[in-house]
T-cell receptor, first 119, second 115 residues
Framework: GAVVSQHPSRVICKSGTSVKIECRSLDFQATTMFWYRQFPKQSLMLMAT?????????EQGVEKDKFLINHASLTLSTLTVTSAHPEDSSFYIC???????????????FGAGTRLSVL | AQKITQTQPGMFVQEKEAVTLDCTYD???????LFWYKQPSSGEMIFLIYQGSYDEQNATEGRYSLNFQKARKSANLVISASQLGDSAMYFC????????????FGAGTILRVKS
């Protein structure tokens, strides 16, 4: 079964509103989670690394004030798209490293993703 | 330069046949990990197989095996006995020790299994 849960799976919102996406590790504690963005028929692009109890680390070109990340507990990270606009419409997907994945593998397990449509 | 290159945008395979999906990578790091993920049309990313740079044996997980050729910097995924449910997008990814646990993904290969 899924080890990382992501909600909502789909959201449609009006331009200018904010949208929060949750990512939970279900049976393990994740000190580090990752947020990716995927455009249609393209690969995943890392947006930021979410660290429990500290500030997220954003990739170059990603607006930290636009994409707010909070990792308040060892099992939950949230991504808030603030003042969303149509160009923010995309597929957002999170991942978490399962510390029990064995040795140095540090395998990232992914949520099911959130499809955001901004009208 | 691309870190991960997947040269096959799309592949077809007959059901029950084997198929190889290509992946080459570029790194100067001595310690790295290579991953393959499957993404069905539903969008979820499913972990398939992992190969560490120091692993001497090719990784295998059920019907999936990784043909790791370190000198050529290739990490091809082999799927044996293809099933209709294998139709999906497949991504190769790399983690370099220099960059911690970040993954860099290739462009992906769409696999279609024909009955």
């Amino acid at each position: 079964g899924a080890v990382v849960s992501q909600h909502p799976s789909r959201v449609i919102c009006k331009s200018g509103t904010s949208v929060k996406i949750e990512c939970r590790s279900l049976d393990f504690q994740a000190t580090t989670m990752f947020w990716y963005r995927q455009f249609p028929k393209q690969s995943l692009m890392l947006m930021a690394t979410s660290n429990e109890g500290s500030k997220a680390t954003y990739e170059q070109g990603v607006e930290k004030d636009k994409f707010l990340i909070n990792h308040a507990s060892l099992t939950l990270s949230t991504l808030t798209v603030t003042s969303a606009h149509p160009e923010d419409s995309s597929f957002y997907i999170c991942s978490a490293i399962n510390p029990r994945s064995g040795g140095a593998k540090n395998i990232q397990y992914f949520g099911a993703g959130t499809r955001l449509s901004v009208l | 330069a691309q870190k991960i290159t997947q040269t096959q945008p799309g592949m077809f395979v007959q059901e029950k046949e084997a198929v190889t999906l290509d992946c080459t990578y570029d790194t100067s790091d001595q310690s790295y990990g290579l991953f393959w993920y499957k993404q069905p049309s539903s969008g979820e990313m499913i972990f398939l197989i992992y190969q560490g740079s120091y692993d001497e044996q090719n990784a295998t997980e059920g019907r999936y095996s990784l043909n790791f050729q370190k000198a050529r910097k290739s990490a091809n995924l082999v799927i044996s006995a293809s099933q209709l449910g294998d139709s999906a997008m497949y991504f190769c990814a790399m983690r370099e020790r220099e960059y911690g646990n970040k993954l860099v993904f290739g462009a992906g290969t769409i696999l279609r299994v024909k009955s």
